[in-house]
């Protein structure tokens, strides 16, 4: 296209952005600059509220409900986008700025065909008719690798697996060939063995078609993959810019180098003693929901002991958390027993006596769920204190305020607040102390850290870290992201469609000679290098080609 | 325990003080709908006080016009209109308040029954509420109350399981989205007992939605009573009640007396009050303020 608008494709001066809360503006975006060239890829990396996704939008000349830009330009290949009518933006969007958006799920309309969602935007822009929009969307499903590429655009948008409606979506935002596109944490709600595929089609696309695009993401490996320049935000500031070699080999900024050791944190690995008995044992659990034909979980097998954490590892679907609902008795198993010092559970929780039952804790996913939004921390704390162990007026209060203490959160402060005036990682720290607060000697934690920024994320691994070498307590630790396997677990438990396909000691897994499963999803994590996705993608390439050799 | 008997009186006078900051933010219709309401219970709880006469005394001949003895004349017995007005609130509000509040209990716990407990027990009940509602409210309340007699408590015990079927509806509606969350698991797996996750768990979580239904279903009540006494099946007489007071002296419209328009009027400003007070209740508690 003309590129006699100048040297840059986006430009953005200064940019301020507010939005409208508790019945005033505040600032979210205070003074952002950017200047992307045609073909290149910029990456934009912040803890959750630095405004990465607001800058996104905004580049488009959008602004979300309740938000406004208040001062600043934003200038695409010449377009003034903050004074132009929303006529001139609107056949800019879709057209020659795209945009890919976290969760396909809910961005595909439901009710429509993919293929006929492809083809909306080219035939609303003028761009060609429906059977050049059809034919285009074939050739660009058999480009990203979608299996079936000539059918697969008739199928409804539950037809299709999450990383494939995700590839599917950055073909439709290739529809009409655009300029610029914006990919909002594409690959965030997936599992890393999808996340690498749908990474490496983003990339190839974006380079054949030499494309320039703004990759918002809060996984510094992954962008490290994807883009040639980072910028780091912090509260809607920009933090530091630089290339994405230079940034990753010499961080200069202290917030960035912060960023960058979140994935030290290791827990010390203590070695099981041989003749220790186990606190929970699982015999040969089979378990299917009701109505459901097919198992969730065959034959699972495992111990836990005094004081050790068991990560359990696998895609979603393959059965972990099934195994914790198993565990604390929300899901009866049809074959099979769980056992607790030595003591055999009923299978019902109904069942269970009060002593079984404030063993087992559990710690969600989803702090803002897990906790009443109507009752004040000290009734969400205090109701295990008198519900299990009866205690009432000072002796509970003093038992609150050491609870409080035990989490790092100032009794006086938070006792009396709603989980709605605190942070998530806060929430997760309640939720932790409600666990404590029954006395368990077992605790389940169900992917707790995955809703969390980086930072607070690590702030909770130390915290549960410390309270284990305090209080002896078990963890089975559900998880898909393996730096958490790395930085807590003493022993790993590989889960592939409802069965353990692996476990041991967490050196013994991690390191070679894996399960072929398990090869997969270690090779799968993106590390801080930016040729690890080209090493892994030529490596699978070779080894398939020899396997097809051998054939 | 003298440290948390002080907390809570300070916890106490710090919500009145919040109370008092959002009467003092309302809008207008709010506050004039406020005042309407208050004055209605005043009237109520002190009628024997306000009102000038005896409910069912005969103080005059009949149907006597407005004069400086009886402000708003006399009805077909010769009774003091205002005096039957006055009355009418105690009858007519008090009765209507005691149906729709024993219909939320009613339809409400049994309503987060159903969500929670679910299976056969939410199939039974919502196939029991199908059948209730698929008569009409006032043809199906006529039918009982002409078998079961025109008492006061027989009224409100028809009307109330008549009315429990809607807010069954719609508590489990709402207890729905609630159950599935994961505090309400957490609540499961601590053992709880239903008592408690029906009311510390669920119940806080609904209470505004049902509080802003319970002001509309108050105002359905309390015009199906008023026609249900206007029908002579409602409240009998010799008490006063402002539906059967527009049917007793109905007649005096054709002759360009506009009394029978009193009582009904004191019916419309009422239920007119509570929707102005419900519509803000509902704007403060939905997220619709922040959006632009």
């Not at chain 1, 890393?192 to 490996?221: C, G, K, P």
């Not at chain 2, 029906?198 to 009540?221: D, H, K, T």
């Amino acid at each position: 296209m003309n590129t006699d608008h100048g040297q840059y494709l986006l430009e953005m001066n200064d940019l301020h952005i507010e939005g409208f809360s508790d019945g005033q503006w505040h600032e979210i975006v205070k003074g952002f600059n950017l200047e992307l060239k045609r073909g290149e890829v910029l990456g934009l990396i912040g803890e959750s509220g630095a405004g990465k996704s607001t800058i996104g939008i905004a580049a488009m000349g959008f602004c979300k409900a309740g938000c406004r830009i208040k001062a600043g330009r934003i200038r695409f290949d010449g377009i003034e986008l903050t004074d132009a009518s929303e006529e001139t933006k609107r056949k800019l969007r879709g057209s020659r700025i795209a945009y890919v958006a976290q969760s396909a799920a809910a961005a595909f309309n439901p009710a429509h065909k993919l293929i006929d969602q492809f083809s909306e935007s080219v035939i609303q822009h003028g761009v060609g008719t429906r059977e050049e929009a059809y034919a285009d969307a074939r050739d660009l499903y058999a480009k990203i690798k979608m299996p079936e590429p000539d059918t697969i655009g008739f199928r409804y948008p539950h037809q299709v697996s999450g990383g494939q409606l995700q590839r599917a979506m950055t073909a439709m935002a290739l529809s009409c060939r655009p300029d610029l596109i914006i990919f909002d944490e594409p690959t965030t709600a997936l599992d890393v063995t999808t996340q690498i595929e749908v990474l490496a089609t983003i990339r190839d696309i974006v380079d054949y078609f030499n494309t320039s695009a703004i990759y918002i993401s809060h996984d510094l490996a992954v962008v490290a993959q994807m883009a040639d320049k980072i910028v780091v935000l912090r509260y809607g500031e920009l933090i530091e810019e630089a290339e994405t070699r230079q940034m990753l080999a010499d961080p200069k900024e202290n917030y960035t180098k912060s960023l960058w050791a979140v994935r030290t944190f290791k827990k010390l690995s203590v070695p099981r003693s041989t003749h220790s008995e186990p606190v929970l044992r699982v015999n040969d659990i089979t378990a299917r929901y009701p109505k459901a034909t097919q198992p969730v979980l065959i034959d699972v097998n495992f111990e836990i002991h005094r004081g050790e954490t068991v990560a359990i590892v696998g895609e979603s679907g393959s059965g972990k958390s099934t195994a914790a609902r198993v565990i604390t008795g929300l899901l009866s198993p049809q074959e099979g027993s769980v056992e607790f010092e030595g003591q055999t559970l009923p299978s019902d929780c109904g069942n269970r006596s009060l002593e079984q039952l404030k063993k087992i804790q559990m710690i969600y996913q989803m702090p803002d769920t897990a906790v009443n939004p109507r009752h004040r921390i000290r009734k969400i704390v205090g109701r295990p204190l008198s519900f299990y162990l009866g205690l009432e007026g000072s002796e509970k209060q003093q038992r609150l305020n050491e609870l409080m203490e035990m989490i790092e959160m100032d009794p006086k402060q938070f006792l009396d607040r709603y989980p709605g005036e605190l942070s998530g990682g806060q929430k997760q720290r309640i939720c932790i102390a409600r666990a404590l607060a029954a006395d368990p000697g077992f605790i389940i934690c169900d992917e707790i850290t995955s809703a969390l920024d980086q930072l607070v994320a690590e702030g909770i691994l130390r915290l549960l870290d410390r309270l284990q070498q305090e209080l002896g307590l078990a963890y089975m630790f559900i998880t898909h992201d393996l730096a958490t396997v790395r930085a807590i677990a003493d022993r790993v438990i590989v889960m592939l469609d409802g069965r353990i396909v692996e476990q041991g000691p967490k050196l013994e897994v991690l390191t070679p000679p894996h399960h072929e499963y398990t090869e997969l999803l270690l090779s799968s994590v993106p590390e801080m290098n930016p040729d690890w996705m080209d090493n892994i993608m030529a490596q699978r390439a070779s080894q398939k080609g020899i396997q097809a050799a051998g054939n | 325990m003298r440290l948390i008997t002080a907390d809570k009186i300070s916890l106490s006078a710090d919500r009145l003080s919040r109370a008092y900051q959002l009467l003092t933010e309302a809008p207008l219709s709010a506050k004039f709908g406020i005042i309407v309401i208050a004055v209605y219970i005043f009237v109520a709880l002190f009628a024997p006080w306000v009102a000038p006469f005896g409910e069912s005394e005969i103080v005059g001949r009949k149907f006597q016009p407005w004069d400086d003895q009886f402000f708003l004349g006399t009805d077909h017995l010769g009774r003091d209109m205002l005096t039957r007005i006055v009355f009418g609130a105690r009858n007519t509000v008090g009765i209507a308040l005691l149906t729709t509040i024993l219909a939320f209990v009613l339809g409400g716990v049994l309503g987060i029954l159903a969500a929670v407990v679910g299976g056969w027990v939410d199939q039974l009940l919502s196939r029991i509420v199908d059948v209730f509602m698929a008569i009409p409210a006032l043809i199906f309340a006529m039918l009982l109350l002409s078998i079961f007699g025109t008492s006061i408590v027989n009224l409100i015990v028809i009307m109330s399981v008549i009315d429990a079927t809607r807010i069954f509806r719609i508590a489990r509606a709402v207890s729905m989205n609630v159950v599935v969350m994961d505090y309400i698991e957490a609540a499961r797996v601590r053992g709880e007992k239903l008592p408690w996750i029906i009311v510390q768990e669920i119940l806080p979580n609904i209470s505004a939605p049902l509080a802003a239904e319970f002001g509309l279903r108050f105002c359905f009540v309390f015009l199906t009573i008023s026609a249900l006494s206007f029908l002579g099946l409602g409240i009998q007489p010799p008490i006063a009640d402002w539906g059967s007071m527009v049917r007793q002296t109905a007649v005096l419209i054709t002759f360009d007396d506009y009394t029978p328009l009193i009582p009904a009027a004191a019916i419309a400003l009422l239920t007119v009050a509570v929707n102005f007070v419900i519509d803000w209740f509902l704007h403060k508690t939905s997220g619709l303020k922040d959006e632009h």
